[in-house]
């Protein structure tokens, strides 16, 4: 059964970078399309973008000035960053296998944005 | 790039059939037969529960359909069950290499 962790970062300064990893276990990264997908909370579900085993990636336009993913094949994860983070950026984030029907998701960690 | 518009609530007895709908327009959810559904129960990470619009993946109960007719996609749950309490979410293609999520539903089982 495939398996995915997120990091916890905790909490973010305002302005500063967000950087989340999310290990996979039990089955392989590759040949898959990995998403990460974040939820404010009390709120609805927003796709934030996904990422190709090759490396190759997508980004949701209203996000795409200010975040980058990344995939390591040898490590069996994917990354996330989310530059210039404010108040709105506090969520939780969720990785999860493909890109647009997500069928392996992690349990998600909670990413606040304070000073 | 908007949200898709779902009901805020939708509720039912046990045993009843429920509807519950996604309009998008036709960028998203009328362009492309790749609609997907979630439910989330409260704490807990979305599961899919159908994708490509009707289809089920394994170990979903028969009880879960989705469909489509021009920009609204929906998802219906027959013989509804205290266990289908939860919210529901559609999630659309939008072009582009792009996806966008429904504003999300509560199923109530009264």
């Known amino acids: 059964q495939v398996q995915l962790q997120e990091s916890d970062p905790g909490v973010v300064k305002p302005s500063e970078t967000l950087s989340l990893s999310c290990t996979v276990s039990?089955?392989?990264?590759?040949?898959?399309?990995w998403s990460w997908i974040r939820q404010p909370p009390g709120k609805g579900l927003e796709w934030i973008g996904y990422i190709y085993y090759t490396g190759d990636a997508k980004y949701n336009p209203s996000l795409r000035s200010r975040v980058y993913m990344s995939v390591d094949t040898s490590k069996n994860l994917f990354s996330l960053s989310l530059t210039s983070v404010r108040a709105a950026d506090t969520a939780v984030y969720y990785c999860?296998?493909?890109?647009?029907?997500?069928?392996?998701w992690g349990q998600g960690t909670l990413v606040t944005v304070s000073s | 790039q908007s949200a898709l518009t779902q009901p805020a609530s939708v509720s039912g007895s046990p045993g009843q059939s429920i509807t519950v709908s996604c309009t998008g327009t036709s960028d998203d959810v009328g362009g492309y037969n790749i609609v997907s559904w979630y439910q989330q129960h409260p704490g807990k990470a979305p599961k899919l529960m159908i994708y490509e619009v009707s289809k089920r993946p394994s170990g979903v109960s028969f009880r879960f359909s989705g469909s489509k007719s021009g920009n609204t996609a929906s998802l219906t749950i027959s013989g509804l069950q205290a266990e289908d309490e939860a919210d529901y979410y559609c999630?659309?293609?939008?072009?582009?290499?792009?996806?966008?999520f429904g504003s999300g539903t509560k199923v109530t089982v009264l």
């Open positions: 999860a296998r493909g890109s647009g029907d997500w069928d392996f």
């Open positions: 039990g089955g392989s990264i590759s040949p898959y399309y």
């Open positions: 999630c659309s293609y939008a072009g582009s290499y792009s996806y966008v």
